[in-house]
C-alpha cells in the first residue's frame, strides 16, 4: 500500500516549507491587499476620446487670455471649462447635457454667492454646511447628481478665498459662466464623435429621484445621516480654515467634501488616494518647475498636457485623477504668476487637513451609530464586561 503522508508531506513525513506569504502576519497582509486595491489602475476605464474632445475649449479660453493680456480673468474662466467637462461623463437623467447644464448654472450662482460671503465667516461656513448637505442628500439619485452638487460646493469654497463686492462678485461668475458655456457649446457641437451610453433606467427619473430625497430627510436614514456628516465637516474644515489663515484653506473645505463618502471604509480609501495623489501632483509640478523654468506658452502647454490627462484618468483611479489635478491646478495658478512651489505646499498642508477633518467626523458618527463594526468596539466590550463584573 503506498504511503500516503509522504506523497502529501514530503520525504519522511516532514512538513512541506512554509511560504514567505505564510510566514507575513495576517494584518499586513490584509493591508498590502487593501493598499493594492486602493491604488489600482483601471486603464480599460481611461477616457482618451473625451479628453481630446474637452480641449479645444480650454485651449481658446487660454489663448483669448494671452491675446488680450487678461490671464487673471482667462484663469477663472479656464476653470469653469475645465469642470463642465467632466460632466461630458456624467448622468443624471435621459439628457445628455444635463450634468454638464446643471453643474455650470450652480457653478455660477455658487461663485456668486461666495464671493459675496467669502467675507464673513458667520456667512461663508454656513453656506459650506448647506451645500454639503444637499451634495449628500442627492447621492440618493446617483453619481451624476452628487457630482453636480459637488461642483457647487467647490465653486463655493473658491469663490470664497476672493471676497467681493456685488460688481466684482458679478464679473467673476460670469467668466465662470462663460468658460463653462464655450465648454458645453463645444461638446453639444462634438456630440456624435462621443461613445455610446447606457439607456437611462426608467425608475430613476426626476420625479422618483425626488420622491427618494424627500424619503432621505430622515436620521435613520443613512443618506440623511451621509447629509448631516458632510455638512458638519463642510463646517469644521471652513472654520477652520478661517480661524488659522490657513494659506489655500478652500482646498481644505474641497477636500473634505471630496474625500467623504457614505461609509467609513470608502473614506478612508478616499483620503488615501487624495493625499497620496494630491502629494506626487504638487512633486510632479514643483520639480518641472525647477528644472524647466518654464515661461508662459510653456506653462499653457504643460496646463493642456495635465487638463487632458486628468480627463483622461478621470476613471482609471482617483489617486491618478488626484495627482493629474492637483498638478493641473498648480501650473494654471502658476499663469498667474503664482510660484509653483509655494502653490503646491499650501495644496498639500490643505489636503491633509481636509482629509483628516473627513475621517475624524466620519469616524465619530459612524461609531456612534455603528460602533460595532470600528475598530474600537472591541475595546467597548472589554470595558463594558469589567464594570458589569466589578473588576
Not at 88 to 97: I, K, L, P, Y
Request: charge should be positive; glycine fraction near 12%.
Amino acid at each position: 500500500m503506498p504511503d500516503i503522508s509522504r506523497s502529501v508531506s514530503g520525504k519522511g513525513g516532514a512538513p512541506p516549507e512554509p511560504t514567505i506569504g505564510s510566514r507575513l502576519p495576517r494584518r499586513f497582509l490584509a493591508a498590502r491587499d487593501a493598499t493594492q486595491q486602493i491604488f489600482h489602475l483601471d486603464w480599460k476605464a481611461r477616457q482618451l476620446r473625451i479628453a481630446t474632445l474637452c480641449m479645444p475649449a480650454i485651449a481658446l479660453v487660454l489663448l483669448a487670455g494671452f491675446l488680450l493680456d487678461q490671464m487673471g480673468p482667462a484663469l477663472v474662466a479656464a476653470g469653469g471649462a475645465m469642470t463642465v467637462g467632466f460632466g461630458a461623463v456624467q448622468r443624471f437623467s435621459r439628457g445628455w447635457s444635463q450634468p454638464m447644464l446643471g453643474a455650470l448654472l450652480g457653478m455660477t450662482l455658487s461663485t456668486l454667492a461666495g464671493s459675496l460671503l467669502g467675507g464673513s465667516a458667520w456667512g461663508q461656513v454656513p453656506a459650506a454646511g448647506l451645500l454639503a448637505a444637499v451634495c449628500g442628500l442627492l447621492n440618493v439619485v446617483g453619481t451624476g447628481a452628487w457630482w453636480i452638487a459637488l461642483q457647487w460646493n467647490v465653486t463655493l469654497a473658491v469663490a470664497g478665498a476672493y471676497p467681493s463686492g456685488w460688481e466684482s462678485a458679478l464679473g467673476r461668475a460670469l467668466l465662470v459662466m462663460a468658460g463653462g458655456g464655450v465648454q458645453w457649446t463645444f461638446l453639444a457641437s462634438l456630440q456624435h464623435y462621443f461613445p455610446p451610453t447606457e439607456p437611462w433606467p426608467p425608475g430613476r427619473q426626476v420625479p422618483n429621484a425626488w420622491r427618494a430625497v424627500r424619503e432621505a430627510i430622515r436620521w435613520n436614514a443613512p443618506d440623511g445621516r451621509y447629509a448631516v456628516r458632510l455638512a458638519v465637516a463642510a463646517m469644521i474644515a471652513a472654520g477652520l480654515a478661517r480661524g488659522t489663515g490657513l494659506p489655500s484653506g478652500y482646498w481644505a473645505t474641497m477636500t473634505a467634501v471630496v474625500v467623504m463618502k457614505p461609509t467609513l471604509r470608502e473614506t478612508s480609501a478616499r483620503g488615501v488616494q487624495r493625499v497620496a495623489g494630491t502629494v506626487l501632483g504638487a512633486g510632479v509640478a514643483t520639480l518641472g518647475a525647477a528644472l524647466l523654468h518654464p515661461g508662459h506658452p510653456a506653462l499653457a502647454v504643460a496646463v493642456l498636457v495635465l487638463a487632458w490627462a486628468s480627463y483622461a484618468l478621470q476613471k482609471v483611479n482617483y489617486a491618478a485623477l488626484s495627482t493629474a489635478i492637483t498638478a493641473y491646478v498648480v501650473t494654471l495658478i502658476a499663469l498667474g504668476d503664482t510660484p509653483e512651489v509655494l502653490t503646491a505646499l499650501h495644496r498639500v498642508v490643505a489636503t491633509l487637513v481636509g482629509s483628516a477633518v473627513a475621517l475624524v467626523v466620519d469616524a465619530l458618527f459612524w461609531g456612534a451609530t455603528h460602533w460595532d463594526r470600528t475598530p474600537w468596539s472591541g475595546w467597548f466590550r472589554r470595558l463594558a464586561h469589567t464594570r458589569r463584573h466589578g473588576g
